[in-house]
């Protein structure tokens, strides 16, 4: 198993340019989260997906949009980046069945550079 | 609302000292609450984790952590560190029960460097 996989890995963007993160998980897990990390913040939930079809705002989500079409795959859109988008962006995943007892399992990030 | 201070935003120690990484969080409903380590350019890994019963956890790589509900805390702990031990800790808490949707909080993390 692959286990959460990121896509890409890093990138930089001008301000007011868009993009997409993309991320998959193999592990048949019904609950998709995406976070952004920033330094002395810790990590803070962006938006999270409790099944395919459905998504739902974090802590964080504005200027952010998200979908999941897939079971499998989690997408994060930036429309118009800008500077304080500027950050390690996380995607996790986790059971549904023992709820929030359950472990995440997290990628390996994307490094993100908005100029 | 559940939050989470980590005291400590870097702990350097030497290599066989023992190391206490400091966690508090605060709730009105009960929580389960999580210990992860993030090793240099890669993603988080779960340590341990307290969901009831004894309040002594044990994790992998030789960690432990002890949940204390009247201080509400859960410090994580090593008797002897190694090298590789050094990496980011991040605590987290998330309400226990209900629909939370497993919608953890963090703390700012915590820096553990080891020095030979």
């Known amino acids: 198993n692959a286990g959460v996989t990121q896509t890409p890995k890093f990138r930089v963007l001008k301000t007011g340019q868009s993009m997409t993160l993309l991320c998959a998980q193999d592990?048949?897990?019904?609950?998709m989260y995406w976070y952004r990390q920033d330094p002395g913040m810790g990590l803070r939930l962006i938006h999270y997906s409790v099944g395919e079809g459905t998504t739902a705002k974090g802590e964080v989500p504005d200027g952010y949009n998200v979908s999941r079409l897939k079971k499998q795959n989690f997408l994060l859109g930036l429309e118009s980046a800008a500077p304080s988008q500027t950050s390690v962006y996380f995607c996790?995943?986790?059971?549904?069945?023992?709820?929030?007892?359950?472990?995440?399992?997290f990628g390996p990030g994307t490094r993100l550079l908005v100029l | 609302a559940q939050s989470v201070t980590q005291l400590d935003s870097q702990v350097p120690v030497f290599e066989e000292a023992p190391v206490e990484l400091r966690c508090n969080y605060s709730?009105?409903?009960?929580?389960?609450l999580f210990w992860y380590v993030q090793y240099p350019n890669q993603g988080l890994q779960l340590l341990l984790k307290y969901l009831s019963g004894s309040t002594l956890v044990k994790g992998i790589n030789g960690f432990e952590a002890e949940f204390n509900k009247s201080q509400t805390s859960f410090h994580l702990r090593k008797p002897s560190v190694h090298i590789s031990d050094t990496a980011e800790y991040f605590c987290a808490v998330i309400r226990a029960g209900g629909t939370s949707y497993g919608k953890l909080t963090f703390g700012q993390g915590t820096i553990l460097t080891v020095h030979p």
């Open positions: 709730s009105s409903v009960s929580v389960y």
């Open positions: 996790a995943s986790s059971w549904l069945a023992g709820g929030p007892s359950e472990t995440q399992y």
């Open positions: 592990m048949n897990h019904e609950y």
